[in-house]
């Protein structure tokens, strides 16, 4: 199985500034159609979780664009650009190379 | 407006069945894949199941293996999770998700606690 594993973040974080989330796969996510198959999703307290970003770095709809995903084949970030009390809560990453599909542990965001 | 809405959750004893099903709306059934991720009180996110399209294929994590079957009805817009043989560690929310290349829409969850 593919293992993810992603980083803390130093809570809490002062709204307005930026913060950074990491995740490593144990393999390369990078396909032969030229896709990174790695997503991310933000559940919010009390909420289901919600896709943000798919292919590493496209922002699913609706997505503001002050989340920015990035990487290699195995070594990924998700920015978040100017944190506001909305962007609290829990974030994975997820890896959709290949079944079973497999989740990080989640970085918690809390904001100062 | 894409909505799932889970139903039949509850409290069951070990070793006992369960089912329980996602309806979907909002867009063409059909056509996409369906998965099931549940999440353990207080824990991260657990991929369990996803079904094609058209039912043909299915794909389990190791744990529920011959335990839980996926399934779908296209005609009624409806997924489905038989689960047997529960476990204690079966204890989670279940959600049902559309399998997109990701799972860009999610149902709201339904809570399953298997207890004696």
């Known amino acids: 199985d593919i293992v993810m594993t992603q980083g803390a973040l130093p809570n809490p974080v002062p709204s307005g500034e930026s913060a950074s989330i990491t995740c490593q796969s144990s393999k390369s996510l990078l396909y032969s159609d030229g896709k990174t198959y790695l997503n991310w999703y933000l559940q919010r307290p009390g909420q289901s979780p919600q896709l943000l970003i798919y292919w590493m770095s496209t922002r699913a709809s609706g997505v503001s664009d002050r989340f920015s995903g990035s990487g290699s084949g195995t070594d990924f970030t998700l920015k978040i650009s100017r944190v506001e009390a909305e962007d609290v809560g829990v974030y994975y990453c997820q890896q959709f190379l290949e079944f079973p599909l497999t989740f990080g542990s989640g970085t918690k965001l809390e904001i100062k | 407006e894409v909505q799932l809405v889970e139903s039949g959750g509850g409290l069951v004893q070990p070793g006992r069945s369960l089912k329980f099903s996602c309806a979907a709306s909002?867009?063409?059934?059909?056509?996409?894949?369906m998965a099931w991720v549940r999440q353990a009180p207080k824990k991260g996110l657990e991929w369990v199941a996803t079904i094609i399209y058209d039912g043909s294929s299915t794909y389990y994590r190791d744990s529920v293996k011959g335990r839980f079957t996926i399934s779908r009805d296209n005609a009624k817009s409806t997924l489905y999770l038989q689960m047997d043989s529960l476990r204690s560690e079966d204890t989670a929310t279940y959600y049902c998700?559309?399998?997109?290349?990701?799972?860009?829409?999610w149902g709201q969850g339904v809570m399953v606690t298997v207890s004696s």
């Open positions: 909002g867009f063409t059934f059909s056509d996409y894949a």
């Open positions: 998700a559309r399998h997109n290349n990701n799972l860009d829409y």
